[in-house]
């Protein structure tokens, strides 16, 4: 691709739910335009796109038709399969490319590519079959947890296990999938650098948030969160040397576990922006979405400072999107609500920023 993407330009996104929604809303002011490919008939993306092209990833020319009508593409759904990537090579630019998304489709890699990067991921042992599973369970102890290789997510194929757990139910539980063991970290907090990386390598970074989860699910990210200074100079630095070796270009998302020994352990890697970064749609300068866009636009990226003194972001999960009246009449709560028609437990449906204003 040379050059900055002009105005009026359509981009495609592969994926079709809230943060395609996300992005296609941020790219609007810039004079941006957005397409969606993803094989849901309905989906949060679509009510917000110029078109969208509903049809299964396994339909390759469909996917070169849609990359035809788009002057780049991106995607906003990590587990899009790799053909679909590579048959849009020669089609149309792909950002990011299919490096970011074969890393880290696979935890078992993915864990890999982090220890060679000297990083610390969570420890771990690869496990294919109920002896290894017994094996990894003497070498790590218990707690542990059981985690299938690919398309986990929001807590999904995983499986817990405490001292005096069967692992043989565990193994049944994941019907045989090949897995990652993992030791089980103990932490005082979750926390997450969400950064956009350009195409001339530039990096710009957010404040780190203090993740909550319950099963699994985000529930809330606050900022300021739970790092030091120096701390969050680590995260960022190994964010950035994540983001440099993938060759990512947009934005990515790393989740640690800040230990109790202070120390950072590497959880995941989202090729894509992240739910711990929707703070930033009123909290920062710039949003991780609008950020995301201008990187793969080739745009100078914005800046990621605070507009206030911190935020706080939580999700609207499953039937508490019906708050929505309440939320919508409470003076400074921003309520953004996905179209999603079913609440489904353990869905997200929305999610509400409040900023806290800036220090006198
Ligand atoms: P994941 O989908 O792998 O990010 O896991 C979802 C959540 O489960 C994490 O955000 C943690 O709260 C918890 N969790 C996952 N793996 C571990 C681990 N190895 N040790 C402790 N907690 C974990």
Redesign the pocket.
């Known amino acids: 691709m040379s050059g900055p993407l002009a105005p009026g330009s359509m981009i495609g996104i592969l994926g079709t739910g809230q943060l395609g929604r996300m992005l296609a809303l941020a790219a609007a002011p810039l004079g941006l335009r957005c397409a969606t490919f993803g094989p849901e008939a309905e989906a949060p993306a679509h009510d917000v796109c110029a078109f969208h092209v509903c049809a299964p990833w396994e339909d390759l020319d469909a996917v070169r038709a849609f990359g035809a009508r788009c002057d780049i593409v991106t995607l906003e759904f990590e587990n899009v399969p790799v053909a679909v990537l590579d048959a849009l090579a020669g089609v149309v630019p792909l950002r990011p490319g299919v490096r970011s998304l074969a890393l880290t489709q696979d935890?078992l890699v993915e864990k890999r590519f982090v220890a060679e990067l000297g990083l610390s991921p969570?420890p771990f042992v690869e496990v294919n079959s109920l002896a290894d599973m017994q094996a990894g369970i003497a070498q790590l102890g218990l707690p542990?947890?059981l985690?299938t290789r690919r398309l986990?997510?929001?807590?999904?194929g995983?499986v817990l296990l405490r001292s005096g757990d069967d692992a043989a139910a565990a193994w049944d539980a994941v019907g045989g999938a090949a897995c990652v063991l993992?030791?089980?970290?103990?932490?005082t907090a979750?926390t997450s650098v969400v950064l956009a990386r350009g195409a001339d390598g530039s990096v710009a970074a957010y404040d780190c948030p203090q993740?909550t989860?319950a099963q699994?699910?985000?529930r809330r990210s606050t900022v300021p969160g739970p790092l030091s200074p120096d701390q969050t100079s680590q995260a960022v630095a190994a964010a950035s040397a994540i983001a440099a070796a993938l060759d990512h270009v947009g934005v990515l998302a790393v989740?640690f576990?800040l230990g109790t020994d202070g120390r950072l352990v590497v959880?995941?890697i989202a090729p894509r922006v992240h739910n711990s970064g929707h703070w930033t749609i009123e909290g920062a300068v710039t949003s991780q979405f609008e950020q995301h866009i201008r990187a793969v636009a080739g745009w100078p990226l914005g800046s990621t400072a605070l507009t206030g003194a911190g935020a706080v972001m939580d999700n609207l999960i499953g039937d508490e999107a019906g708050q929505w009246l309440q939320l919508a009449a409470e003076p400074g709560a921003h309520l953004h609500l996905y179209g999603k028609s079913q609440a489904r437990t353990g869905r997200k449906m929305g999610h509400v920023t409040r900023v806290s204003a800036p220090r006198p």
Do not use: M
Request: charge should be negative; aromatic fraction near 14%; glycine fraction near 18%.
């Open positions: 935890r969570a542990a947890i985690k986990g997510y929001d807590g999904r995983q993992e030791g089980f970290v103990g932490f979750e993740n989860h699994g699910i985000l989740e576990f959880n995941e």
